[in-house]
């Protein structure tokens, strides 16, 4: 039997793993995008508190399979394709829980979209980052360019995706676009325990702050204080605000256990 190219277990306390899985170059393809998409169907439908993206085989990928962009015979149905690409890592930065890249080696174009789409990327000290659409005289079409605008500022996504260059991990660690560099070894646990970490947290309140500081990408400070208090006061519906209230007063600081609920 093939293996889907992209799956998705469930971990403990709500933690989803979707594991892209399409070796050796983790292509993206139209077979790639379905099975992520299918993926992404059962973490909407379980209860998730989090999510954690990552690769199997030597690199995160490879890029995009460039039959895809041969296949176009002019601008209208380049659009459809590139309207259903965008959607994948749209789709991903609208999950309400913390979603988490981890990033173990080279990784370029999609996947790198996929990651900036993300909330928090973790990479080891090998790994490599590019949006190279250049070598085909083409734009990168799936986010990457405004998100790592948004994450490090337009004079970098201008330097990055004109020049295609490959960038190092610490170099995009500097940029604030990789939140965290790790040792190669035990990358994958290491990953694990992270994303575990914020699936054992207020899932209600994650969602709350991705909510505001989606607010600040539209409309900066003013913008996200016309919603904070509304946004904050909602947590009272919450079971974890109250009961995390109690525990702090009955007990101290980091004793309180969430349920996500």
Request: aromatic fraction near 8%; glycine fraction near 8%; charge should be negative.
């Amino acid at each position: 039997m093939t293996t889907a190219p992209a799956t998705v277990e469930f971990s403990e306390h709500g933690l989803a793993v979707l594991t892209i899985d399409a070796g050796p170059l983790n292509l993206y393809t139209a077979q790639l995008h379905e099975a992520f998409d299918a993926a992404l169907d059962k973490v909407e439908a379980e209860r998730t508190r989090a999510l954690l993206v990552r690769a199997e085989g030597k690199i995160v990928s490879g890029g995009v399979d460039v039959g895809l962009f041969a296949a176009q015979d002019g601008p209208d149905r380049a659009k459809v394709l590139f309207d259903r690409m965008l959607a994948l890592p749209n789709r991903i930065a609208a999950l309400p829980f913390p979603t988490v890249f981890a990033a173990h080696g080279l990784c370029l174009t999609w996947a790198f979209e996929v990651a900036v789409a993300c909330d928090l990327i973790l990479a080891t000290e090998n790994a490599k980052f590019g949006l190279v659409e250049k070598v085909v005289g083409l734009t990168p079409t799936m986010g990457g360019t405004q998100r790592l605008a948004a994450r490090a500022g337009v004079g970098r996504a201008k330097e990055f995706v004109m020049t295609g260059d490959r960038y190092s991990a610490a170099t995009l660690e500097s940029w604030n676009v990789v939140n965290r560099v790790l040792p190669a070894d035990g990358f994958d646990e290491a990953a694990h325990a992270f994303a575990a970490s914020l699936a054992e947290g207020p899932t209600k309140a994650h969602a709350a702050t991705k909510e505001v500081l989606a607010h600040f990408e539209r409309g900066g400070v003013d913008e996200a204080n016309e919603h904070i208090t509304a946004i904050a006061a909602d947590l009272y519906r919450t079971r974890d605000l109250p009961a995390a209230v109690r525990s702090f007063l009955a007990d101290g600081p980091g004793k309180a256990t969430f349920t996500g609920s």
